[in-house]
Structures are given as C-alpha cells and as structure tokens.
C-alpha cells in the first residue's frame, strides 16, 4: 500500500475504520470496500446525481467526495433506508406509483428526496420536480416519480 | 478554434524581436514550461503543464518558427500533445512600430485541439487560451523593459519570471471575472441585494409598530 | 376476452430489491482475486499506429499486464459482422468492415482502444495507461458525410476505393411515371445529426474462467446475452456449453447494449483466460460517450409529389447515412428509415437509394427508434409542408392519406430490417389522430386560445403528427416453464430486462394461464446458464416474440397440468378450473389439489413414467412470428417558446398509441413517459458535436444535455387496441413509440409557435442556439 490514511465513519449506523488511499471516492468506497452496492455511479463528474447519500442528513454527490472526508461523519446510503421486509414509505410509493424502471438512478434520487421531504412535507408537483431536476432519469420521463412522491408525502405526512 | 488579438509592448521594436526569438525567455514567459530547447535553426522542443478548468497534465511537443521577416512578422507552428489531448496550431504574428518605444504586436491563428481538452475542456478553452496568451504576454512584455532598462545602464538584466502557481491563479481570476463580466450575473447580483435591503426593512418597519 | 391478471395494472415483482440496493448490476460483481482493466485510447480519430512502448507501465508496482494488438498474436480478429444485407434485394453493395479489439495498423475513430492495462485496482490501472509511449502519426481525419463521398476524400478504410460501405436502392411502384401527373412537388434537403442513448449505467464486463472445471462466467451489459455466449465460445475456441452469460439488472439499455462484440466484449474474457484470474471492465462516462455506439446522423434529399388535393402520389428519396468507421450493424437503421418515410400513408409509388458512409466517428448502431424517427420526420416534414402550400390543416393531410382499415395488411413491396417484405399487419389509424386532437383540445386552441395569447404577444404553438411503428421482428424467441413442488412458477427466457418491467409483464401471461398470483411466478432472463436459445431485446419485440413463447409455454403447462389433474381428480379435463394456484373441479371446490402438490406427483420416485410422456409439470415453446407487428401512435404537443432565450416550456403532451393488446398498461405507461422524454431530448437538448477533426466536443454530461424534471412535461395517455393477427396475444411492440415522433412533432410546433417568421424548419436536433440562428437567417434574407 503507497500512502493510506486512516478514516472512521458511520454508514448505516454501523462504525467502520479502513485505512484508504487519499484519492479513493467516496463512492467506490461505499460500493467496494464496504460492499454496498446501492449507490451507483452514473458520471462520476456530479452531473446526473445516481451517487447521490445522505452526509450527516444533507444529500450529496459521492462521486465528488473523496472516503478522507468522510472521516468523522455518518453516511446513510440507500441500504440503510429500509429493507426489503421492512420498507420506507418513500421505497413503498415507489413501487406502488411504479417509479421506476431499471432502477439505476432511483436510490440516488430517493436520497435526495429524504432530506427534501423532511423540509418539505407537502410539496407542489413544481416543487418536486425542481427537488429532483439535479438527478437524471433516462426511463420514466420523471412523470411516475413525481407520482410517487406525492403518494410518499401522503403516507409520511403525521395526519395519515 | 479561431485565436487574435493584439497587445502593445513597451520596447522598442528590434528589441521586442530579439526577446521573442529568445528560447529562455520564452520558457520563462510561460510558467507551466519545463523545458524549451532549441533542436534546429527554427525549431524547438519542450514540455509544458497545461490546465484547462478539471483536464490537466504534461505535455511535449514542437515549436517551429517560419517565415521571418525580422523584426516585422513571423509564423509560429505548435504541435503537442500529453494525457490531457492534443493541440495543434499555427499562429501569425505582425510587430508594428508605434513610436520610438512601444511596439503593437498584432496575432491571429488557428488552434485545433483534441482529446480530454476537447470533449470536457470545450466550455473553458476560450477563456482559458485568452487568459494563457494574455499572461505570457504580459510576462514577455516585463522581460522585454527588464531588458532595455538593462541595457541602458549597461548593466546584467535583472528579471523575475511570474511563477506557475502565479500564473495558475491568474487563469482562475480570468475565468471568473468572465463570469463576473456577464451583465445578467450584475443585475441578478443586484436584485438580489436590493431584495435583501427591503426585507431588512420590512423587518425593521413591522417590528417598529 | 376478459383477462384476470393481462391488462392489469400490476405492481412489479422486482421492485422491492431494486428499491432496497439488492439488485445485481455488473459492476456490483465482486470476485476474490478480481483484477481491473483500463484501457489506453486514442485522442486522434484517424492516425496511423507508429510504435507503442508499454514497458513503463508494465513496470509498475499493482499492473498484473499490458497487452496491445501485437501481444494477442493470432488471437487478435476482428469482431463477426452482426446483420447481412437482405439476401433478396437485387444489386447490393455491402463492405463489411468490423471494429478490432485493439488498434493494429490504424486508428479509424477517436476513442478507439489502442492497449489495454490490467492490475490489481482501476485507480493502478489508469495510472499505467498514462505510462504508455505511444507514437501515433495524425492522418487528416473525414467527419462530414458529403466530403467523405468526395473522390479525393481520406479514405477510412484504405482497402476499399472509397468510404461507401453499402448501397442499396428499393422501389415500389414506379414514381417517375407519376412525377409528371402531380400537381404539387416538394422537395427538400433535410439533415439529421447525431445523438447518444446515455443509458443511466454505462457498459461493463467482467469475466471469470475457471480452470479447474473449465467453464467461463462473463457478467455483461448486454441486451444480447446468448449470441454473445455463442459468439464467445467460438472466438475462444469453446464449446458452448463452457461459456455462461448473464446479463443481471441492467441500468437501461437503449440499443448500444445490443450492439456485439465490442471490443471490450471480446478483450476480458481473452484476458480472464490468459490471466487466469477474473477480469473487470467498468466502463466510465466520458468512455461511454467514444466507446459505446451512437446514431442518427444522415443527410436527405427527397421530394414528395401530391395532388392539389393532398393525396400523396409518391416519395423519391436519396440519403447518406453515416455509419461511423465501422458497419458490424449492416443496414438495419437505414432500412428502418426506409420503411417509416411512407409511416401509415397509402403510398403507391416509393423509391428509396440509401448510401452508407463511412467516417470517422463513433459506430453507428441502433439507438431507440433505429432509424425509424429518421424516417417519420421526413414523412412528417413534407407533409406540413404540403399542407402549407396547399392550405390545409395539418390533421386533415393527414386523414387524407391514412391507410384505410380494410386495406389491412398492408403491402409496401419493399424489404425491411428483418429481411421480411413490409407489410403493415392492422391498424385503424383515423381513431388514433381524432382522439389525441380532442385530449389536445386542438380545436379549442386553434380557434380561440391561440389567437387570444398570440394578441398577448406570446410566442405559442401546437403540433400533431403520426407515426408508425414496425416492432415485435423475428427470428423467434422461447420459454420454459417449470411448476415446482412448492407452487410457485419458475419461467426462464432469453431474452434480457433493461427496466421494461419483463418480470412482471410476463409473469401476468403466465399468471393469465395457470391461474397464480403474479408474485408466485419468478422469471430469469438473461441468463444463458436458464435459456440458451433466442436473439435478444430490441426493435420492441420483448413482449411480443418472449411474451407470446411464454404464453405458448404456459400454454403447454398448463395442458399437462389438466391432463394430470384429470386422472388425480377423476374428473374430465373440460370441467377443471385453474384459480388461485389450485387445481378445482368446478361447482366441487372440496376435490382439488394444489399445483406444488401435482408437481411433485408429476416427477414420481417410484413407479413408471408413461413412455411418450415427460416428467414434471413442465414445457417449452418458441415463437416466430411471420413479420414484424405495426403499431401505431399520435403525439400532440402544445409548446411556448421565449423569443428571447429561445427555451420551450412544454404545456401540454398527449400521446394516443394503439399497440394491440396491452399486457400492462403501469409498465406501458412508464415506457411512453421514458420515450418522450428521450424523444425531447433527441430533439431539442441533445447533440453529440463533432469538429471538422471529428473530435467530439462534448463527451460529458454537462455538456450532452439529457432532460431533467423540468423538462419533461406530464405526458396524457389515451389508448385505442388494434389487435394484432400476427400472435395469439394480439399485441404488438412499444418500446421505442414515445421517442418516434418527437423529433417532427417539435418541427411542427415550433414553426406554429413562431409563425410570424414563417420557418421550415429541415433539420433535427435542435437547440435554443439554433432556433435563434434560424430565426436571424430568416430576418437577413428578408
């Protein structure tokens, strides 16, 4: 190993301490050295949002972050939403809105979306799509997203 | 990628020749330049750092200098290329004497680039080659009065090259004052601060009463 | 016919592991001792290959190999040509020429792999490929169609005399005889240029040999994954059943994922072998935009002769179609062109010359619609056109010269991509292009909200326009379906799922059959381990070929699970009902037996299997059908444009499609939404811009605009169904429909949003840069 530097950091509520080269992208971490697949990588120049998690609750490009600054922060990826048995109301509209087709970009807008429906719990159709104009689809035409959005916004909302 | 312009140097004509067909100078014109050696009558080699906004790295390449007509015009011929791409370019340039001690010099060129700088570079080239241009001018322009002042006291000339962090940070203000200079940016700049000025008010106006 | 599961809206069967980080993608592959390739590629697009040193590279610490063209020896061929010219049109001329794993002699396009680094990450490996000394001398490159058909233009291939890499010309009926008959000629030039599918996931690959068992895995980002296992094999010198192929979740395909053989595709898996270690290739997007194909780019000159009623007498048309610097694709996309510029028009006299250029450019190969939005956009354009002069609307041409519905199927005469003769099997078009003018409101907005807001000194428009679509093409595809003893269904097909929702549209056919709930089936496709015979998805022949041999296969399951439950239940056939995963008597629930339960009576361990029958509640079945299904769509669009920035707002968007029978009308939902959007960017925000160096100048998605959410506006859908007689399910293919006509649908718009120059618009994609260079064009000749 060349020049590692040693990082600690939360992903999921889990601690974890790895010793990374500077320039590894956060991104790679996550999906190699941690195994969490997840998140994915559709540019690596922070275009079309796909690499998008949660830093310390703010959604963020991973693919412009290097592991090193993530020393000392939590990270919430996508696997650490919900599961399959278990699932965020935001993953269940999803399916239920059919939001999504091949499913690449999807978790990077669902993160995006976290932080955006806390602060935004009723949101306009304008107001979504603005919210999720800075994570590219190129199958659904955005029209179910936007759909599964508002049903999330339902079902999240403390009246329900 | 259409390349012109002209800048007036502070030197007399014959003088300002003599410092362009100079390969030190010219190397320290340009900070970025590793090297500049001259392999023929009108040729040289060198490498160069170049950095266009993301893309960046060395690159080697060939400069061949043609049809001089001293101290009027000559033709410049580049050809380069490294991991950033590739660059190809030939440029001519006219000296005009304005007076006894300032010379206009007068450029137009073509470049064509290739590669990383081309595909990812596009939107920063122009900017970045105008600013390049203008602090290597700039540079040689200081070279040039270093070396008539020099002269003129019969003394060693006395210069100090820019640095390459210098320069770098002179391409970065360039390309934000580029930025800076459209006017849409000032009117947004300003709405957004006269709107800000009336909140503040607003504030101040309903707390009052 | 009513249906219990087809036709429902159902929710997908593979969402929760897609929405949860469960889902494999290729890159999600991970193989203990996995190495990481990159490759060296060239910045130049035509250069001849002086000499490589790789010797530093290979020097350091981390790179396991370096390989160019000259250390794969004999192993180094070109890739197989993928489609031949249709064997029976008259006087072809066809140059096969294929891309190369690795660069040899020349190189022909900019990107072009010239060497390729293996070690032990991809950060090490793309470090080495900055090591390589490579001398490549820069020959003049050729990037425009018309100089690269000059006799002294550079030749891409120096083999041949020039860069014409096919012709081939088709005609039907006989339209210099009737030029002269026609009161109305239009002819016009029209320029298409080019444009990326930038799926979400880039391509990848990775490889495993395992020497022990000598069987090789590749994971890849295929649409294609059998005649890659079979195309593998025989360059490995394999047998076929030592190659598996899996083609997992994919992040979108588009069309460049059916493109074979890549040079990546015929590297990693050479490599795994020689390495003996597995082998990763992630592709990144700047490699995505030189290294996976793209399309669109041709220039046309055609003329269309009319009546003064409006009735088309005939189309002439000649074009260029740029094929890039290699043509594995043969002529599908200008074949498709072909086949679509007379769209659903009663046309009696056609003559089509295409020529194929090479240039060099990225290869050319199809990209959603393949050459078929090409062709609708001339269709299209000259009718608007026609109707300008002739003073008629744009509806009313249109109506005139649809093809009736008892003059179906419809014969063109000429040969399409599937090398089958053209014939438009149903259709009932005028009900299609009423409905979408009524959910437009095209009356109300022409006559009074229009004039109104053009008073207001607003700058907008509306447009319709029609399009066929020939889908669901042959050869065939096939299905095994398989009862296990726990209930559920396991189907396998080969065909591959990019998020067009495979696993739950044709679970619904099987569901439909054996009367299960939908989440009892479980689907593999992709997986050539499952299925090993089939071509691939494309041309939107997933749920018509795959979809029809499930329901073929289901079919058969279903016979064998009657004929058995007979004789376990002591009943006829003709009185047992399939519901709920039971088989019932009817009218005596209590005499039933689940399906598991018969599953496992059908595979006795002790006993005898009747000769002439086969263990276990199982079949398969193939499906080919005799020609490709027709289906057929409006769009109408109403638009606002800033005379000023130039930039649209897209108020209202209809699509009316009639794709026959719909297996699920959520998924088909989601994939017009997804083609309109393509389709917008295709036509106003795309561009891939080549410079005379035929460099790309835009290999980024900062500077390739794909539309975001706020450019995509909401997308109303009507439905009519035309049943298709071509397959028992009576449906035909819409994959590609959203993206057809967008390109023509804002041309037509545009122009009626800024009237007041009075454009024709002639070329595709636009941009707000455009439009406002038109526009001053316009101003100047005045």
Not at chain 3, 23 to 33: H, Q, R, S
Request: glycine share 10%; proline share 5%.
């Amino acid at each position: 190993m060349s020049n590692t530097v040693e990082v600690a950091f939360t992903v999921n509520n889990i601690q974890y301490v790895r010793n990374v080269e500077p320039r590894m992208l956060l991104s790679d971490f996550l999906r190699h050295e941690l195994g969490l697949t997840g998140t994915h990588v559709g540019c690596e120049h922070g275009v079309c949002g796909a690499c998008t998690v949660l830093f310390d609750g703010q959604s963020v490009r991973s693919c412009l972050m290097f592991a090193v600054q993530a020393n000392g922060h939590e990270i919430l990826t996508i696997e650490g939403l919900g599961t399959i048995d278990n699932l965020h109301p935001i993953q269940q509209s999803f399916i239920e809105a059919h939001g999504l087709q091949c499913g690449f970009c999807t978790p990077g807008i669902i993160l995006t979306l976290v932080p955006f429906l806390e602060s935004n719990p009723d949101p306009s159709e304008e107001e979504i799509r603005h919210a999720i104009s800075g994570n590219i689809c190129r199958c659904t035409g955005y029209q179910n997203i936007v759909e599964a959005v508002k049903l999330a916004a339902e079902k999240m909302s403390p009246n329900t | 990628m259409k390349i012109e312009g002209e800048y007036l140097f502070n030197g007399p004509r014959a003088e300002l020749w003599e410092v362009i067909r100079d390969p030190e100078i010219l190397a320290t014109a340009l900070p970025g330049t590793k090297s500049l050696d001259k392999v023929g009558e009108n040729e040289y080699v060198g490498e160069m750092n170049v950095r266009v906004g993301p893309v960046g790295g060395l690159f080697s390449g060939r400069l061949t200098v043609s049809n001089e007509v001293p101290p009027e015009s000559l033709t410049l011929s580049v050809e380069g290329k490294g991991s950033p791409g590739f660059l190809n370019g030939m440029g001519n340039v006219i000296l005009d004497e304005q007076g006894e001690d300032k010379t206009l010099m007068k450029y137009e060129g073509d470049v064509q680039v290739g590669g990383k700088l081309a595909s990812v570079g596009q939107r920063l080239l122009d900017t970045a080659s105008k600013s390049t241009i203008r602090q290597g001018l700039e540079a040689l322009d200081m070279a040039l009065q270093a070396r008539v002042a020099a002269k003129a006291e019969g003394k060693e000339v006395e210069y100090t090259p820019p640095s390459e962090s210098e320069f770098v940070a002179g391409v970065a203000k360039d390309m934000a004052r580029q930025a800076l200079s459209s006017r849409t940016v000032w009117i947004v700049i300003g709405v957004v601060v006269i709107i800000a000025i009336l909140v503040v008010y607003w504030i101040s106006a309903g707390s009052g009463s | 016919m009513t249906h219990k599961y087809i036709g429902k809206r159902i929710q997908r069967n593979e969402d929760p592991r897609l929405l949860t980080g469960q889902a494999l993608f290729v890159d999600d592959v991970n193989i203990p001792g996995m190495l990481h390739a990159a490759f060296l590629r060239s910045d130049y697009a035509h250069a001849r290959l002086k000499s490589i040193d790789v010797s530093a590279a290979r020097e350091r610490p981390g790179v396991v190999a370096v390989f160019t063209a000259e250390d794969m020896g004999a192993d180094w061929k070109p890739g197989p040509p993928l489609v031949s010219p249709p064997p029976t049109v008259k006087d072809v001329t066809f140059f096969s020429r294929t891309q190369v794993p690795l660069v040899k002699d020349k190189v022909r396009h900019a990107g072009e792999a010239i060497a390729v680094v293996v070690a032990e990450s991809r950060y090490i490996a793309e470090d080495a490929v900055e090591d390589i000394q490579v001398d490549l001398e820069p020959l003049e490159a050729v990037a425009d169609l018309e100089k690269a058909m000059r006799p002294d233009s550079v030749r891409v291939h120096d083999d041949l005399d020039s860069n014409l890499a096919a012709h081939i010309v088709q005609v039907k009926g006989d339209y210099d005889k009737i030029r002269g008959e026609a009161d109305l000629l239009i002819k016009r030039r029209i320029v298409i240029d080019r444009g990326a599918a930038a799926a979400m996931e880039n391509r990848g690959i990775v490889a495993n040999w395992d020497v022990k068992s000598q069987h090789l895995t590749v994971w890849d980002t295929t649409q294609a994954p059998i005649p890659i296992r079979n195309g593998l094999a025989t360059r490995l010198g394999l047998s076929a059943h030592q190659v598996r192929v899996i083609a997992p979740f994919l992040g979108g395909g588009f069309g460049p994922k059916m493109m074979m053989f890549y040079p990546e595709e015929m590297l990693i898996p050479w490599l795994a072998i020689k390495l003996g270690r597995p082998v990763k290739w992630i592709e990144d997007r700047r490699e995505n935009f030189y290294a996976t194909t793209q399309e669109r780019a041709q220039i046309h000159d055609v003329e269309m002769a009319l009546t003064r009623e409006g009735r088309i007498l005939g189309i002439h048309d000649t074009f260029l179609h740029d094929t890039g610097a290699y043509d594995p694709y043969g002529l599908t996309i200008p074949l498709n062109t072909q086949s679509h510029m007379m769209s659903g028009y009663d046309v009696a006299n056609f003559y089509s010359e295409i020529k194929v250029v090479f240039t060099n450019k990225i290869i050319t190969t199809p990209i959603r619609g393949a050459g078929r939005p090409q062709g609708i956009y001339i269709a299209e354009r000259l009718l608007d056109i026609a109707a300008k002069e002739l003073g008629l609307d744009p509806i009313e041409i249109r109506k005139l010269n649809f093809i009736p519905p008892e003059a179906f199927p419809y014969e063109h005469k000429i040969i399409d991509q599937a090398f089958a003769p053209l014939i438009l099997d149903s259709g009932n078009y005028r009900p299609v292009l009423e409905k979408a003018a009524v959910l437009i409101g095209y009356d109300q907005f022409v006559n009074e909200e229009q004039p109104r807001l053009r008073a207001e000194g607003r700058h907008i428009g509306i447009g319709i326009v029609s399009f066929i679509e020939t889908t669901g093409v042959g050869p065939y595809e096939g299905a095994r379906i398989t009862v296990q003893t726990d209930g559920k269904i396991n189907v396998a097909t080969g065909v591959g799922t990019q998020g067009q929702g495979h696993f739950t549209s044709f679970a619904q056919v099987v569901a439909e059959q054996l009367g299960v709930a939908v989440k009892d089936v479980h689907l593999v496709t992709g997986d050539t381990a499952e299925f090993h015979w089939g071509t691939g998805t494309f041309a939107s022949r997933g749920s018509v070929v795959a979809g029809n041999a499930i329901n073929a296969s289901a079919a058969g399951v279903r016979k064998k699970i009657l004929k058995l439950a007979s004789e376990v239940l002591k009943a006829p056939e003709d009185e047992l009902e399939l519901e709920n995963g039971q088989v019932r008597v009817a009218d005596i629930p209590q005499q039933s037996i689940s399906l598991g339960e018969l599953a496992a009576l059908a595979n006795p361990l002790r006993g005898a299997v009747e000769p002439g029958t086969e263990p276990g509640l199982e079949a398969t079945a193939y499906f080919g059908p005799k020609y490709g299904a027709a289906a057929f769509g409006t769009h109408a669009m109403i638009l606002e444009v800033d005379p000023e920035t130039m930039m649209v707002e897209i108020k209202r968007y209809v699509v009316v499609e009639d794709c026959g029978t719909v297996l699920n009308p959520m998924i088909l939902e989601g994939q017009i939404h997804g083609g309109v959007a393509m389709g917008i960017g295709n036509a106003y925000y795309e561009k891939l811009v080549y410079d005379d160096n035929a460099q790309l100048l835009n290999a980024s998605l900062a500077d390739y605009l794909i539309p975001t959410a706020s450019e995509v506006p909401r997308i109303v859908i009507g439905h009519e169904e035309t049943r298709s007689p071509l397959n028992p399910l009576g449906t035909k293919g819409v994959g590609e429909a959203g993206t057809i006509p967008v390109p023509a649908l804002f041309a037509q718009a545009l122009e009626n949003a800024l009237a007041e120059y009075n454009l024709e618009i002639l070329e595709t994609p636009l941009s707000p840069n455009r439009l406002f260079e038109l526009i001053q064009d316009k101003e100047k000749s005045r």
